[in-house]
């Protein structure tokens, strides 16, 4: 048994090279993009999640749920930009609405009133006593942070293994070297006992815990819900602050995912599909630890001062107001968490039929797919990832016509039509049965 194990995964990665030579013959135009931009931008790209060998496409134009690049290859988009592009690229509500709004200001430098209704709408939505805009979610987490650290007068922040909630707040392994730098605590995700301890053991100078109800970028881990309460009732035990980090998440059920899985946290951040694919960011919770930035009380003392130049930038709020007040009603949002985890049965039983160490994780209409078996559950597990099957699996979808994350994120979108959807397990049917045959 160790023995065919050892030799699939050498096969595998003998097949890599000629894959990405395959895929590198198909794109001729993204591959010139390619080596034209790196002559401007390092490494070609400005999102560092988006490399990939040999290099990544150039995209030229989105519809509906599909995506064209720079050769003409056309896509169904099951990537959906990380879960920000909920809406597919052609949600004419919201186009309309900034294109509006645009006539009327680009730049306001001033208030205007999309900024209260979209807070309104997000308060009522989330249940939110006040909320605050940022440009992106890292931004929302640093802001999140700042708002515990200085209502606790303590500077520990606890976040969890595998975890990550921005460019410098990044936990895939320890503590990145270009993080923020705040005193870490990193707790290990999913584990109750282990978590508990390192609570107790920094409790004096704990001022936030941060965590993610599912681990999205850390190959959506979904948390226990008995994790996720203990996580946040210990916090508040010891008088820390307990921040979720809803940013991808906040797409699931009524309220999001926190909701959902029964615990109720301090402070939420939000980002990604709310901003209905513009720079979007947002940090909201209880009055008391938010009114520490209100500047309309002559008898605080402790102001928190919030700038930022385009936090309420004219096309995101006006975008924002559409996105949760008319395309992504709280009705809505329950049907498509349904769809997701119709789509995920859908995959999981199609990966059964084959026999081959490939998995799925997920909750709702956010998924990925594991080159290893059985399917991890904890960030720890993540180590048994065959990567060269990974690869080619994420290079045989891309052959046939679907773009997922070359990490195996799926997220299903507003846009996608069944039979769209058919078409993609389709391709991953026929490139497993590929792969099969050829191991
Ligand atoms: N938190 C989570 C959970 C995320 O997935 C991300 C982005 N992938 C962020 C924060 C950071 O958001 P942004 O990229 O908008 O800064």
Known sequence: MQKRQTRRMSDWS???????????????????????????????????????????????????????????HTYVDLLGDYTAGLLGHSERRVIDAVTAALGNNVSVGGIHPAEADLARLMCARFGLDRVRFTNSGTEANLMAITTAMQWTGRRRIMVFAGGYHGGVLYFASGVAPWNAPYEFVIAPYNDIEGTRALVEQHADDLAAVLVEPMLGSGGCLPADAEFLRVVVDTA?????????????????????????????????????????????????????????????????????????????????????TVVLGEVFTADVAVAHTSRGDELRAGVAALLAQHDLPVTVT?????????????APARPTDLAARDHALQELIYLGLLQRGVYIAARGMMNLGLAHTDDQLAAALDALDDCLLELSRSR
């Open 362 to 374: 997920g909750f709702g209409s956010m998924m990925s797919l594991h080159a290893q078996a059985p």
């Open 14 to 72: 003998h097949r890599v090279a000629r894959a990405r030579q395959e895929f590198a013959d198909r794109n001729p135009q993204s591959c010139l993009a390619y080596e034209a931009a790196r002559q401007v931008l390092p490494g070609g790209h400005t999102r560092t999640v988006l490399r990939h060998p040999p290099f990544p496409l150039t995209f030229v134009r989105g519809e509906g749920a599909t995506l064209t690049d720079a050769d003409g």
């Open 236 to 320: 508040r035990a010891f008088g820390a602050v307990s921040i979720a980090d809803e940013v991808m998440t906040s797409r699931h059920g009524r309220r999001g995912l926190v909701d959902l899985l029964r615990a109720t946290v301090d402070i939420t951040t939000f980002g990604k599909y709310i901003g209905g694919g513009f720079s979007f960011g947002a940090f909201g919770g209880t009055a008391d630890l938010m009114d520490q930035y209100d500047t309309g009380d002559p008898g605080r003392t402790n102001v928190i001062a919030h700038a930022g130049t385009f936090n309420n930038n004219v096309a995101t709020m006006t975008a924002g």
